[in-house]
C-alpha cells in the first residue's frame, strides 16, 4: 500500500492498463460469439440453397392450377393489347394504283372545300404530299399501304382546319419503303383481306414521318397538338415541335397611347359624343408559327404471338 501511494503514476497506470485490458477481453469474447453467429447462419444458407438446387419443384394439382391461371391471364392481356393496337391504325385496304390516285384526287378536294370553308390558308397545288401522284400511278405493292398512309395525313390537314387555324404553310411525308420497290402489278380481287404474308420481315412496330408547318393563335396551336396526342383511329407521335412567335419583339414604349390621339381625332356625327380610346392588349394577342414533325405509327402483330 505505501509502494502505490509513494508510486501514484505508477499505480494509476497499472490500475488503467488491468482495466483496459478487462474491456479488450470482452470485446474480443463478444465479437467471437456474434462472428460464430454469423458462421452458423451462412452456413445454413448454404446448406439451404445447395438443398434447392439439387431438389425439383414437387408437381401438384395446386401448382399446376397457379400455372395455368398465369399462362391464361398472360395470354388475355396479350390478346388485349393486340385488339387494342388494331383499333388505332387505319385498315389497309386492297387498292389498285388508279384506284389510289381516284381516292386522292378526292381527298384533296374534299380538304380544300374544307380549308376554303374555314378560310385556312393552304399552300399553291396542294396534294397532301403525294405530289408525285398527282399525275402518274404508284405500283401495285405500294397502292394499299400509300391508301392509309393518305387517310392519315388527310386527318391531319383536317385537323389542322378544324382548329381555325391561320394557313397551313407546307406538308411533306416520307416515302414509303414498298414506293421504291419496281413496278409489278399483282391485282388483288375485291373484297379480299389484305394480310401480309408470312416471311416478308415487317416489323411490329413502324413508323412514317410527316413534316407540317402551320401557323394560328395559341389556343388553335394547343388544340391541334392534343388532338394529335389524344386521336382515337390513328397512334401517332408527335416527335418534334418547334413553336416561333411572329412579333419577335416586344411593343414600343408609347404605342398604345399614340393610338388614342388618332381615335379621337376620327370625324363623327354632329351631337355624337366622342368615342372612349379603347384598351390595347400587348400580351396575349400573338399568333406564332409551328413546324411539326408527326409520326404515323403501324402495328404488325404476328400471327403466333398470342397462340
Known amino acids: 500500500?505505501?509502494?502505490?501511494?509513494?508510486?501514484?503514476?505508477?499505480?494509476?497506470?497499472?490500475?488503467?492498463?488491468?482495466?483496459?485490458?478487462?474491456?479488450?477481453?470482452w470485446f474480443v469474447f463478444h465479437e467471437k460469439g456474434r462472428a460464430d453467429e454469423a458462421q452458423s447462419q451462412l452456413e445454413s444458407t448454404v446448406t439451404e440453397l445447395n438443398r434447392l438446387r439439387a431438389s425439383s419443384p414437387f408437381p401438384n394439382d395446386e401448382n399446376l392450377k397457379k400455372t395455368k391461371a398465369q399462362s391464361d391471364a398472360y395470354r388475355n392481356s396479350l390478346l388485349a393489347l393486340e385488339n387494342e393496337l388494331k383499333t388505332r391504325m387505319f385498315p389497309r385496304l386492297p387498292l389498285q394504283p388508279n384506284e389510289f390516285q381516284a381516292q386522292l384526287r378526292l381527298?384533296?378536294?374534299?380538304?380544300?372545300?374544307?380549308a376554303s370553308a374555314s378560310k385556312v390558308q393552304l399552300p399553291a397545288n396542294f396534294n397532301l404530299g403525294f405530289d408525285e401522284y398527282a399525275t402518274s400511278l404508284p405500283n401495285g405493292e405500294a397502292a394499299p399501304r400509300l391508301g392509309r398512309q393518305l387517310r392519315a395525313i388527310e386527318w391531319i390537314a383536317n385537323t389542322i382546319i378544324d382548329a381555325h387555324a391561320d394557313a397551313l404553310t407546307s406538308l411533306s411525308r416520307s416515302p414509303l419503303p414498298e414506293e421504291k420497290a419496281p413496278a409489278t402489278p399483282t391485282p388483288t380481287p375485291k373484297g379480299a383481306a389484305a394480310v401480309p404474308a408470312k416471311?416478308?420481315?415487317?416489323?411490329?412496330?413502324?413508323?412514317?414521318?410527316?413534316?407540317?408547318?402551320?401557323?394560328?393563335?395559341?389556343?388553335?396551336?394547343?388544340?391541334i397538338v392534343n388532338q394529335v396526342g389524344a386521336a382515337k383511329d390513328q397512334f401517332y407521335v408527335?416527335?418534334?415541335?418547334?413553336?416561333?412567335n411572329q412579333v419577335d419583339k416586344g411593343p414600343k414604349r408609347g404605342a398604345p397611347e399614340a393610338?388614342?390621339?388618332?381615335?379621337?381625332?376620327?370625324?363623327?356625327?354632329?351631337?355624337?359624343?366622342?368615342?372612349?380610346?379603347?384598351?390595347?392588349?400587348?400580351?396575349?394577342?400573338?399568333h406564332v408559327d409551328v413546324a411539326a414533325k408527326i409520326e404515323i405509327v403501324k402495328f404488325t402483330v404476328p400471327e403466333n404471338l398470342t397462340r
Open 199 to 223: 416471311g416478308t420481315g415487317e416489323k411490329i412496330v413502324e413508323s412514317t414521318a410527316v413534316n407540317v408547318t402551320f401557323s394560328g393563335s395559341p389556343a388553335a396551336v394547343r388544340r
Open 107 to 114: 381527298a384533296v378536294t374534299a380538304v380544300q372545300e374544307r
Open 1 to 25: 500500500m505505501n509502494w502505490f501511494i509513494q508510486n501514484r503514476f505508477l499505480g494509476a497506470f497499472l490500475g488503467g492498463l488491468g482495466l483496459a485490458t478487462l474491456l479488450t477481453l
Open 238 to 244: 408527335l416527335r418534334t415541335l418547334v413553336v416561333k
Open 259 to 286: 393610338a388614342a390621339p388618332a381615335a379621337q381625332a376620327a370625324p363623327s356625327a354632329p351631337g355624337a359624343k366622342p368615342k372612349e380610346p379603347g384598351i390595347a392588349f400587348l400580351v396575349g394577342t400573338e
